[in-house]
């Protein structure tokens, strides 16, 4: 993918991201403008393993990422000189894949003196809507599906999350990839599952809706998983069926346990939707549809900074720097991390939570 744009708007900053299986840079301005941008795909080699690979997902990093940062600059018209700081995806992510990206962050910084900053994963989503959207403020309620990830966030400011709910098993994410699976659909699961649905009845399947009406505000996929896996080896449902079945199923959980963290959380000015799962359209409509019955503004960031991409590492850089203009960058030794929570101060959650 190759967009560019030119403007004179505030600091340039260069993001990489790495955390799976897209290698992305781009160049951002803090005026929102993405000045340039690629993103390298690497579904053709974890396609036959139906998942992502590490050591593949690592290797193709280490291949693409210095051609792909060269071919940036060159959209670009510019060299790193033009550049005021280098933004790299620092975790939570496959570990091999971030430590790429990262290293090559760290080494273009202290090679032209530029300051590193050492991104969240997770927070270049958050404020992904806000690079977008210029009139978004803080606060929103974040609903962040990505990847492993299922969280429900209170996004006060830039660096400032209060966790409301996690997934305490699965995320919506895998559900999605485990239902691909067990269908046959291939990789990548999330949108080859939206496609069947379509040719499916939603109510053809009896599926459960795990911790729906629970009055703590979580999410659980794992039964779900389950229950499809039962139904298509039943060999009694139509693939189309299932998979939209699933998918209301999943639709179905998300709102109500949004409905639950808003009534226990106050009321939010936005809904906001970030991560790989938002580009879903039933995602979409069925958010939208609680946001206007909630009366609260309803902002979704465009499909092409919803899967990982760098654009969104760069403007988290750039949302650091104008928090801290002066701000001289993060250490070149610090560590990749294969996990990184936005809340750490967030209590832990039964079952496996502590992935969020």
């Known amino acids: 993918m190759v967009s560019v744009s030119h403007s004179l708007g505030g600091r340039l900053i260069l993001g990489i991201e790495s955390s799976c299986d897209e290698t992305a840079v781009a160049l951002v301005r803090q005026d929102r403008t993405i ?6 795909s690497q579904e053709e080699e974890h396609a036959p393993y139906g998942g992502v690979v590490p050591e593949i997902a690592a290797r193709a990093h280490a291949e693409r990422l210095a051609p792909m940062l060269e071919a940036v600059m060159d959209d670009a018209g510019m060299s790193l000189e033009d550049v005021d700081a280098v933004a790299a995806t620092a975790g939570p992510g496959l570990i091999g894949g971030v430590m790429v990206g990262l290293v090559s962050g760290k080494a273009l910084a202290m ?5 590193l900053l050492a991104i969240n994963h997770l927070e270049g989503h958050a404020l992904s809507p806000r690079l977008a959207d210029a009139s978004l403020e803080f606060p929103y309620l974040l609903l962040l ?6 969280q ?3 996004v006060e400011s830039v660096g400032q999350y209060r966790r409301l709910a996690t997934t305490i098993d699965d995320a919506l994410g895998e559900a999605f990839d485990k239902t691909a699976k067990i269908l046959g659909l291939g990789y990548p699961g999330g949108p080859a599952v939206e496609q069947l649905a379509l040719k499916g009845d939603a109510n053809a399947v009896p599926l459960p809706r795990p911790l729906k009406g629970s009055k703590e505000p979580h999410f659980s996929f794992a039964g779900l998983k ?11 449902h139509k693939p189309a069926d299932i998979a939209a079945s ?3 199923a999943a639709v179905d959980c998300l709102i109500d346990r949004l409905e639950m963290a808003l009534s226990s959380a106050g009321p939010f000015p936005a809904l906001v939707v970030a991560g790989g799962v938002a580009a879903n359209r039933a995602v979409r409509g069925a958010l939208e549809t609680l946001a206007e019955r909630r009366d609260m503004r309803f902002t979704a960031p465009p499909l092409a900074l919803c899967t990982d991409n760098a654009a969104m590492i760069a403007w988290a850089g750039c949302e650091r720097l104008a928090l801290d203009p002066d701000f001289a960058g993060d250490r070149l030794d610090l560590k990749a991390r294969p996990r990184w929570p936005l809340d750490p101060e967030a209590e832990t959650v039964r079952g496996a939570g502590v992935k969020a």
């Open 145 to 150: 599906v990505s990847g492993g990830h299922c």
């Open 246 to 248: 699933f998918q209301q």
């Open 111 to 115: 090679a032209a003196d530029k300051p």
């Open 35 to 40: 000045v340039a941008q690629r993103i390298a």
């Open 152 to 154: 429900v966030l209170s």
């Open 226 to 236: 389950s229950a499809v896996l039962r139904a298509a080896e039943s060999g009694e």
